[in-house]
Structure formats: C-alpha cells, structure tokens
C-alpha cells in the first residue's frame, strides 16, 4: 500500500489549487444566475413596453374620438 506524505510545501499546493477552483466554479455560477436573472429582467421590461405602447395608443385613439364628437 502506498502511503501518501505530504509536506508542507505539497500541502499548500493541494488545497490551494482546490480552493482556486471553487472559487472559479463559484463565480461562474454567480455569472450564470446574474445574467438569466438579467435576462428575465429585460424580457419583463420589453412586455411591460410593449403594454404600454398599446395604453398610450388607446388614449390617442380616444382623445381623436372625443375631439370629433366633442366640438
């Protein structure tokens, strides 16, 4: 059976190497969630534009009827 030693110097190598790669997975994921989020943001925000569009061209549709039936 073969015995691992790991010395100080190896030791640091290890976990460093291990914490410098959860730390990319961590901030890929944090990239990953920011951007869908952001993405479901902008999608919410062209829908509610696109609402609005429609509100506004329903008022002027009605300001255009009440100046012809209003004199």
Same mark, same amino acid.
């Given at each position: 059976?073969?015995?691992?030693?790991?010395?100080?110097?190896?030791?640091?190598?290890?976990?460093? &190497?291990?914490?410098?790669?959860? &730390? &990319?997975?961590?901030?890929?994921?944090? $990239? $990953?969630?920011?951007?869908?989020?952001?993405?479901? $943001? @902008? @999608?919410?925000?062209?829908?509610?534009?696109?609402?609005?569009?429609?509100?506004?061209?329903?008022?002027?549709?009605? @300001?255009?009827?009440?100046?012809?039936?209003?004199?």
């Amino acid at each position: 059976m073969i015995k691992l030693f790991l010395d100080s110097a190896i030791f640091i190598k290890v976990f460093g &190497a291990s914490f410098t790669a959860l &730390a &990319a997975m961590t901030t890929g994921a944090f $990239y $990953y969630v920011g951007s869908k989020t952001s993405r479901q $943001y @902008e @999608e919410a925000m062209s829908e509610l534009d696109k609402k609005k569009e429609i509100v506004l061209a329903k008022q002027r549709q009605v @300001e255009k009827l009440r100046m012809i039936t209003i004199p």
